[in-house]
């Protein structure tokens, strides 16, 4: 049974950058069937996706957010991780990892979605 | 970008109460529609996959429909436990939320 869990600092200075990892444990970054996202929710808001990667290292980014996100992925340690530069007090926020499950339907269409979540990690952004 | 608009905001309901969500995208999406629950202090969990499809362990009483741009997630019959915020998802092109719609208890 796959479990993720996300560590990093829950204190970071405005323009600075945020750093989170997220590690995997009972499955591997290197699945074919899986890509890896990082997902948060602001206080009093909804989710907003930030972007996920492909253990081939292939991305796709929340446009909103493109300049100022990296998300990579460490094979050998089994993790994926999070840089979000110049940060602001609007990115302070609960981070989620999750795997973005493929799968091909009895249709033929192939399709993504959430199906494992770490239990989240509080990041504040404050001098 | 594909946007997702949820209706409504917010909803009062009392348990037993058939309950109608609805989530529209900016433009055709085909079946590419994940639906979530979020209770407080939790991760969300997967419902519905693929607009229709109920997710291993989910209870019947929730379902999804629809196809294109407009899709709706039912609950037959509330049960406490199903006081809670639910986002659709679009996982067509990247992978927007929509803004949630919080279930309270009438």
């Known amino acids: 049974q796959v479990q993720l869990q996300e560590s990093g600092p829950g204190l970071v200075k405005p323009s600075e950058t945020l750093s989170l990892t997220c590690t995997v444990s009972?499955?591997?970054?290197?699945?074919?069937?899986?890509?890896w996202s990082w997902i948060r929710r602001p206080p009093g808001k909804g989710l907003e996706w930030i972007g996920y990667i492909y253990y081939s290292g292939s991305t796709n980014y929340n446009p909103s957010l493109q300049s100022r996100v990296t998300i990579s992925v460490d094979t050998s340690n089994n993790q994926f991780s999070l840089n979000l530069t110049s940060v602001t007090a609007a990115d302070t926020a609960v981070y989620y990892c999750a795997r973005d499950e493929v799968v091909t339907m009895v249709r033929g269409i192939v399709i993504k979605y959430m199906d494992v979540w770490g239990e989240g990690t509080t990041v504040t952004v404050s001098s | 970008d594909i946007q997702m608009t949820q209706s409504p905001s917010s909803l009062s309901a009392s348990i037993g109460d058939r309950v109608t969500i609805t989530c529209r995208a900016s433009q055709t999406i085909s079946s590419y529609l994940n639906w979530y629950q979020q209770k407080p202090g939790k991760a969300p969990k997967l419902l519905i996959y693929a607009a229709s499809s109920l997710q291993s362990g989910v209870p019947s009483r929730f379902s999804g429909s629809g196809s294109g741009t407009d899709f709706t997630l039912t609950i037959s019959s509330l049960q406490p436990e199903d006081f809670a915020t639910y986002y659709c998802?679009?996982?067509?092109?990247?992978?927007?939320f929509g803004q949630g719609t919080r279930l309270e208890i009438k």
């Open positions: 009972g499955g591997s970054v290197n699945s074919d069937s899986s890509y």
């Open positions: 998802q679009q996982s067509y092109i990247t992978a927007h």
